[in-house]
């Protein structure tokens, strides 16, 4: 008999029963093991939605842009009317006569921009949505995020969810290829029709979008048609981008035309995913 079998059975006559394990749940190397992926990734998706439901975030209105920028950088005009945007959208925001918390500002949850975004909303009194990430590099949450709306995700494509499903806006200030990921993904499902919502989005800073993406090249190789640049419009101060996203949010869902789907009266209002069968599809 080996010496662990032995030491079992003396473990027996002495208890008079076996060693308890601990449950599912509790059992961190089963949790941390492959097999038990689709479990971490259905709690990226409840433990937010928990939080949404209690802190009642309604739909975000999400900034995008470099981690890299700085406030006294070179690029530091950036940060700073993001910061001034953000204080905009959430004095109006926190204005309305709603009981749920309308068109909060959600970032990634990362220096730069994000920073910026969290930061103007935190300072006009609002609460502020940080998504962030676990990276080798660069992403660590900052310190302007309200503590029950900062999440950290292990899956990209979890964050990114939480990222279209909740935004009634986007706003895109210069960033590398992350921001281009979140841009074009967006963009995409907004094209595609594939949400039941509408997403206004805003480039803003048209002398470097339109120097770093060439969307007329798109169209003139036929790769989209002229009628997706009317997806996105341009903004280069933060006055004109807060009247834009004011004017489309309050058109769109504070005084629609007709009435909202049923999804957009929960909280928080997580999009639908369009049924391609369905023929009403709205222009």
Request: one cysteine or more; glycine letters at 8%.
């Amino acid at each position: 008999m080996s010496e662990a079998n032995s030491r079992a059975l003396r473990d027996i006559k002495r208890s008079g029963h076996g060693e308890r394990r601990p449950v599912a749940y509790k059992n961190e190397a089963f949790l941390n093991s492959s097999d038990a992926r689709p479990l971490r990734i259905l709690a990226e998706y409840l433990e937010p939605l928990s939080h949404f439901r209690r802190e009642r975030i309604r739909d975000t209105v999400v900034f995008f842009g470099s981690a890299r920028i700085r406030e006294d950088g070179p690029m530091g005009r950036y940060y700073r009317e993001a910061r001034d945007l953000a204080r905009l959208i959430t004095d109006w925001s926190d204005s309305l006569a709603n009981s749920s918390r309308r068109f909060v500002v959600c970032t990634g949850g990362g220096p730069g921009i994000m920073e910026a975004g969290t930061r103007g909303a935190i300072e006009a009194g609002g609460k502020t949505v940080g998504l962030n990430i676990g990276l080798p590099f660069e992403q660590w949450p900052n310190p302007y995020i309200t503590p029950e709306l900062s999440f950290e995700f292990s899956y990209f494509f979890m964050r990114k969810f939480w990222f279209a499903y909740l935004a009634k806006a986007l706003v895109v200030f210069p960033g590398g290829f992350g921001t281009m990921d979140e841009l074009f993904e967006l963009l995409t499902l907004t094209q595609t029709r594939k949400l039941q919502k509408k997403i206004s989005i805003l480039l803003y800073g048209s002398e470097f979008w339109n120097q770093v993406l060439n969307f007329q090249a798109l169209i003139d190789y036929g790769t989209i048609s002229r009628s997706d640049l009317d997806l996105f419009k341009f903004a280069d101060d933060p006055q004109t981008a807060f009247e834009l996203l004011r004017d489309d949010l309050t058109r769109r869902y504070l005084q629609p035309e007709e009435p909202l789907p049923e999804a957009e009266q929960e909280t928080p209002a997580i999009a639908k995913s369009r049924d391609p069968n369905d023929a009403a599809v709205p222009k």
